[in-house]
Nanobody
Framework: QVQLVESGGGLVQAGGSLTLSCAAS????????MGWFRQAPGKKRELVAS????????VYTDSVKGRFTISRDNAKNTVNLQMDSLKPEDTAVYYC????????????WGQGTQVTVSS
């Protein structure tokens, strides 16, 4: 049973930093795509960043390029999202998700962690 558990959310002032962590368990994630999504109130869920567990290839949405960094730690089986220069518009619930190499959709999700950026 795949489990994804997020941690690291909280309240931070604009310009500050937070690091989110996603602990993944239940299988090996070779060639899985691991993603961080976010959803703000009244808005659609969006993919913020993703990384291939095996190759390390990364993709970012334009609004976070240069500010957020996604990484994975194979020893700890975690996927992290380092968020710098945070803006109030980054406020959202952040979710970790995984997609197998045979699927077009992210099929496992964590419970989410709240990130609030005050102005």
């Amino acid at each position: 049973q795949v489990q994804l558990v997020e941690s690291g959310g909280g309240l931070v002032q604009a310009g500050g930093s937070l690091t989110l962590s996603c602990a993944a368990s239940g299988r090996t994630f070779s060639n899985y795509r691991m993603g961080w999504f976010r959803q703000a109130p009244g808005k659609k869920r969006e993919l913020v960043a993703s990384i291939n567990w095996s190759t390390g290839s990364m993709v970012y949405t334009d609004s976070v390029k240069g500010r957020f960094t996604i990484s994975r730690d194979n020893a700890k089986n975690t996927v992290n999202l380092q968020m710098d220069s945070l803006k109030p518009e980054d406020t959202a619930v952040y979710y970790c998700a995984s997609r197998s190499p045979y699927s077009r959709q992210y099929n496992y999700w964590g419970q989410g962690t709240q990130v609030t950026v005050s102005s």
